[in-house]
């Protein structure tokens, strides 16, 4: 049960990571990679499409930790009967 969690933890890092460096290149960067320039609009529309990428590892993400939670509570209601 521990190495469920832990492992959940660790790959919540993970996003959150890709998240922070997919951010941080957005909004440093002056220059796309087809030459145009990045002004304010543009990054943010970058940034938005970088939000609805990560939409579907979140959602995978809130499925596991219902799963790990459930799982731990009929854990601990078995080990207390």
Known sequence: MRKRWTFWWMVNLLWIVIFGAGTAFIW????????????SEAKFAAFIVLLVALIFPIIIQVIWLIVNVVTS????????Q
């Open 73 to 80: 509570h009929n854990n601990k209601s078995k080990i207390q």
């Open 28 to 39: 440093l960067r002056e220059v796309d990679g087809a030459g145009v320039i990045q002004t």
